[in-house]
């Protein structure tokens, strides 16, 4: 075996070793963050966001809907409001559960799968739309996701990404108990902290990196930097200050 083919099994491995961590960590974080979920689907978030996400997706017919690290399912459950087919993916067992027990109170219909953002098992041109919210920060491989949910996107379709420059950010515990993040555990912290260091994309300021690396893909992209002021309503949660950017891209 050639030393190109020992440096490649070994980047490999650590990457697949990076995953499990990842899937580990999200699947013990699994309750208390539906729980977050829960209150934002019952509170002034919720509309907001459907209210966004109309004005970006094609209106008057339902559409075939990929939510890419659906988490607790928030973006399913909206979606599958509006009347649209949404499956919801996530490489976290434990939170496909919380997701599959909240649209089952919210009355919706979504399909769940467990699958890795960065291998999707879905045919070429499937999907009219993928969306994606707080995901590509924790991803050890952002550019294959995003040649992914390019692949996967019929011609036309749409790719919208939520998400914030974390790369230079040190996560700490919060104490206060509006705050969004509030009595994690520090060891889950400091675990938190410690992937984020693992991962290329934290070298990458964003979305400036996001929107060259789409355009590179052949895709229009539209970015606005900072839509928090319009889904971020909830005076009784206190989120993340940095700017929440949307990345709005069409194969």
């Given amino acids: 075996m050639d030393s190109n083919t020992i440096q490649q099994s070994a980047a490999y491995e ?21 729980k ?4 934002e689907l019952k509170g002034p978030c919720a509309p907001a966001w459907q209210a966004y996400l109309k004005k970006k997706l094609p209106a008057e017919r339902e559409l075939k809907i990929l939510d890419i690290g659906t988490g607790a399912g928030f973006f399913a459950i909206l979606l599958s409001k509006l009347g649209h087919k949404v499956t919801g993916i996530d490489m976290s067992a434990d939170m496909l559960h919380q997701a599959k027990q909240n649209a089952l109170v919210m009355d919706c219909r979504a399909d769940f799968r467990k699958m890795d953002a960065q291998e999707l098992a ?15 920060w924790t991803l050890p491989d952002a550019m294959e996701a995003y040649r992914q ?7 036309g379709g749409l790719l919208l990404n939520f998400d914030s420059d974390y ?26 902290n410690a992937i984020k260091e693992e991962l290329r994309i934290s070298t990458h300021r964003r979305p400036q990196w996001d929107r060259e690396f ?18 971020r309503v ?18």
């Fill in 167 to 192: 790369g230079l950010t040190a996560f700490s515990r919060k104490e206060d108990q509006a705050d969004v993040h509030a009595n994690i555990r520090q060891e889950l912290v400091t675990e938190c």
């Fill in 14 to 34: 650590k990457e697949k070793q990076l995953n499990r961590q990842i899937e580990a960590y999200w699947d013990e974080r699994s309750t208390d963050f539906s």
């Fill in 214 to 231: 789409l355009c590179s893909l052949g895709m229009e992209v539209e970015v606005e930097e900072d839509i928090a002021p319009q889904v």
């Fill in 234 to 251: 909830d005076k009784e949660m206190h989120f993340d200050t940095l700017p929440l950017f949307c990345i709005c891209a069409r194969k």
């Fill in 36 to 39: 977050l979920r829960q209150k």
């Fill in 149 to 155: 949910w390019r692949r996967v996107l019929k011609a």
């Fill in 122 to 136: 879905f045919p070429d041109n499937h999907f009219d739309a993928v969306l994606s919210r707080n995901l590509t």
